[in-house]
């Protein structure tokens, strides 16, 4: 059975309180990117869907750090996504000007 965290006291009978969940869950809040002018507002049940942190396209926050698709390893606030994958990403797939060799960007700079 559960236990305590604090006193070890076994056999604890957890309620699952829906009235203050509710409660809770309606409170008002702001993004957590209000500093970077992330104008937001809404409730805390809904913070998880404007923030999507775990996908680069989907979530409405422009300032989570999202993972760049190609893989460089590079975080980037949503709103310069699109900036890094066309012009910054030396993972982007690009094309040599000369042979039209297909390739990554990093790739076709070295040759």
Not at 11 to 39: I, M, Q, Y
Not at 50 to 57: F, G, V
């Amino acid at each position: 059975g559960k236990h305590c965290p604090l006193c070890r006291k076994k056999n604890l009978t957890a309620v699952n309180d829906l009235f203050h969940k509710r409660n809770v869950l309606s409170l008002k809040v702001r993004c957590p990117h209000k500093e970077d002018g992330c104008e937001w507002e809404g409730e805390l049940g809904s913070l998880e869907e404007h923030m999507h942190t775990n996908r680069s396209e989907g979530g409405k926050c422009r300032y989570v750090e999202v993972n760049c698709p190609y893989s460089c390893g590079k975080g980037v606030q949503r709103r310069n996504l699109e900036k890094h994958k066309s012009q910054r990403c030396p993972l982007r797939p690009s094309t040599c000007q000369y042979c039209n060799h297909k390739a990554t960007y990093q790739e076709i700079i070295k040759e």
